[in-house]
T-cell receptor, first 114, second 112 residues
Framework: AQSVTQLDSHVSVSEGTPVLLRCNYS??????LFWYVQHPNKGLQLLLK??????LVKGINGFEAEFKKSETSFHLTKPSAHMSDAAEYFC????????????FGTGTRLQVFP | GAVVSQHPSWVICKSGTSVKIECRSL??????MFWYRQFPKQSLMLMAT?????????EQGVEKDKFLINHASLTLSTLTVTSAHPEDSSFYIC????????FGPGTRLTVL
């Protein structure tokens, strides 16, 4: 069965410092992986997705993630945090190839301090 | 990008009443929509897959008679929580797919 594990429930960084949100996945096949962000009172927004093309995926707002099959990881990074990045981040894996069913990780709350 | 709306954004109802939540894809047609439930400070749990013109497919443990889903058109799916009870209080989120899954802003249901 497919699953994702977000290793940190909370991450705190200072504005201007790098961000690292960790995600490990488990899948019996080559998965599609996503990162979504949820701001308070707003819908989930897709940051980026990996679908077996380039292993380094660039997303919106300066975020990127690297698919590492050997480590079964898909960590989300950003070189310099901005106050507006404070939100809940979800690592997500597709359930079955050819369907749109998704399994969400438990989420990581990112706090950004001035 | 594609926009998905939900209505209402929040609702408070008395125990035993039914509540309908609408999910609309505003600028695209979606043959498939999904309904999720999110408990406070927890992740999203898929409840059901809604396909236009056919019966919804429910995930294990989700009561189909309690959570009625209708997908009457390519831009509208509705979730009706029947005979709501306080334990049904939650944040309900829908999504619609094109090549990517787009999410609505969610509906917060509080059952008194």
């Amino acid at each position: 069965a497919q699953s994702v594990t977000q290793l940190d429930s909370h991450v705190s960084v200072s504005e201007g410092t790098p961000v690292l949100l960790r995600c490990n996945y488990s899948s019996s096949y080559s998965p599609s992986l996503f990162w979504y962000v949820q701001h308070p009172n707003k819908g989930l927004q897709l940051l980026l997705k990996y679908t077996s093309a380039a292993t380094l995926v660039k997303g919106i707002n300066g975020f990127e993630a690297e698919f590492k099959k050997s480590e079964t990881s898909f960590h989300l990074t950003k070189p310099s945090a901005h106050m507006s990045d404070a939100a809940e981040y979800f690592c997500v894996v597709s359930v079955i190839v050819g369907t749109d069913k998704l399994i969400f990780g438990t989420g990581t709350r990112l706090q950004v301090f001035p | 990008g594609a926009v998905v709306s939900q209505h209402p954004s929040w609702v408070i109802c008395k125990s035993g009443t039914s509540v309908k939540i609408e999910c609309r894809s505003l600028d695209f047609q979606a043959t498939t929509m999904f309904w999720y439930r999110q408990f406070p400070k927890q992740s999203l749990m898929l409840m059901a897959t809604s396909n236009e013109g056919s019966k919804a497919t429910y995930e294990q443990g989700v009561e189909k008679d309690k959570f009625l889903i209708n997908h009457a058109s390519l831009t509208l799916s509705t979730l009706t929580v029947t005979s709501a009870h306080p334990e049904d209080s939650s944040f309900y989120i829908c999504s619609a797919t094109t090549d990517t899954q787009y999410f609505g802003p969610g509906t917060r249901l509080t059952v008194l």
